[in-house]
């Protein structure tokens, strides 16, 4: 089970993505954007991690998203493999046309949706805009094996990871595309409070997010793409000093059970 | 009676960003036999309801242009752009946070309570080896496949 973890200029976060690839059992490798792209086939999933690629020129995610290697994953996602997408390999998904993703899945192109500028909002004012990070609580709002990235999450689950980004405001001018995406279970995740609660305003929707969305998959479920970090929270000992669970340092942390989904959707699906 | 003042602005030293847009239009989107060159400018239109606009714009060119390594020019009531390239104005048709800050901060803290709106938007100018109309229909190709996501920019091709 061997796993791309994809490497563009600016990327940031590949190491420690690739640690946790293999730290629940999964091979892998990164892989540079300007590799051979026909190689990526012999891969089994694949990690867009966070970061800046192209140092977010024109707009997050939109260079690489022309890159070679895009086109090849569009077609690996057409043929059901898992892609899971990273803050900024969120954007880049987004910016490709992977997500929300076309009919068949193998993306058409189409950008149907937009990752702008995040722009905080509280009792009707903006309080805050530009880049912010944090530590927020996730709802997984999607049943336990729609999504690969989520595939052995239950319904409800609460999940502590952190943010870290300046463009996440989902914002769509699609008819009906919010709609369709709660009605077949795309949403994967909110923003919410400690107790699970969805409060559509700062600081529990940290970025202005249409419906506190975090994290969106695609109408077949194999690509995931999502705002907040997991391999930040793979371990308790990355957990924010006021966590309990941070004194517990053997124990996993919760970013852990989006890479143990994604290995356990390889397992079932291959 | 309201006027514009308009600031064009743009680097004086080499700007990565539209290098970047230029070689990913040639390298990736075949823009290659009909792009000469690419480069960027800052656009600001500030609404004013009172004072000299020469005047005020010099002040507002000081808050918001680093001469160190930026020009400008100042257009009052007007927008035009030299001959020689398509010039694409991109710019959010959501709410825009940052022109907003811009008019809250010009109002509130340095106290010209005579602007009434701030606009911002990024000015494109593609160089084409084509000539018009073939370069706006190639510009406007340009705008669609790169520079701007529809759902939160709009662009407008100025003659």
Redesign the interface.
């Known amino acids: 089970m061997k796993i791309a973890v994809m490497q563009f200029p600016g990327t940031n976060c590949e190491f420690e993505t690739l640690l946790a690839v293999k730290t629940v059992g999964m091979d892998g490798e990164l892989f540079r954007w300007n590799r051979p792209e026909g190689e990526l086939s012999g891969f089994d999933g694949f990690i867009i991690p966070g970061g800046f690629s192209?140092?977010d020129?024109?707009?997050a995610g939109?260079?690489a998203s022309?890159?070679?290697v895009m086109n090849t994953l569009k077609e690996e996602a057409g043929k059901g493999k898992p892609i899971i997408g990273i803050c900024n390999g969120f954007q880049i998904l987004v910016?490709t046309g992977l997500l929300p993703g076309s009919v068949n899945g193998s993306g058409c192109g189409k950008?149907?949706?937009?990752l702008?500028?995040?722009?905080m909002v509280s009792q009707g004012k903006?309080v805050r805009?530009?880049y912010y990070c944090d530590w927020v609580n996730l709802r997984h709002e999607a049943p336990s094996k729609r999504c690969s990235g989520s595939f052995t999450i239950e319904r409800g689950a609460l999940l502590r990871v952190p943010i870290a980004h300046g463009e996440g405001n989902l914002?769509?001018?699609?008819p009906g595309l919010v709609e369709k995406l709660n009605e077949e279970g795309q949403v994967v995740f909110r923003y919410c409070d400690k107790n699970g609660r969805v409060i559509n305003e700062f600081p529990f929707n940290v970025n202005g997010s249409t419906e506190s969305i975090a994290a969106i998959c695609n109408e077949q479920g194999n690509v995931l793409g999502m705002m907040p970090h997991p391999e930040r929270a793979f371990f308790a000992w990355q957990l924010p000093a006021f966590d309990p669970r941070k004194q517990r340092p053997d124990e996993p942390g919760p970013g852990r059970r989006v890479f143990e989904s994604m290995k356990r959707y390889i397992e079932v699906n291959a | 009676m309201s006027q514009k003042i308009n600031l064009r602005v743009w680097l004086k030293i080499p700007d990565a960003e539209a290098a970047t847009v230029k070689n990913t239009l040639i390298r990736r989107l075949g823009f290659g036999n009909v792009l000469a060159d690419v480069k960027k400018e800052r656009l600001f239109s500030i609404e004013v309801d009172s004072g000299d606009p020469q005047e005020l714009a010099k002040s507002f060119a000081k808050e918001l242009v680093n001469e160190n390594k930026e020009s400008h020019i100042v257009l009052i009531d007007e927008l035009l752009f030299e001959e020689g390239y398509v010039p694409v104005k991109v710019a959010l048709h959501i709410e825009d946070g940052e022109a907003i800050s811009i008019r809250e901060r010009l109002r509130s803290r340095l106290g010209f309570e005579n602007v009434v709106d701030v606009k911002k938007a990024t000015i494109w100018k593609l160089f084409f080896k084509t000539l018009k109309p073939e370069a706006e229909i190639k510009a406007i190709e340009v705008a669609e496949k790169l520079l701007i996501n529809p759902h939160k920019d709009t662009y407008e091709i100025m003659g």
């Open positions: 192209y140092q020129r024109l707009r939109v260079i022309k890159e070679p910016e950008v149907d949706m937009a702008a500028q995040n722009v903006i805009r530009g914002v769509t001018t699609t």
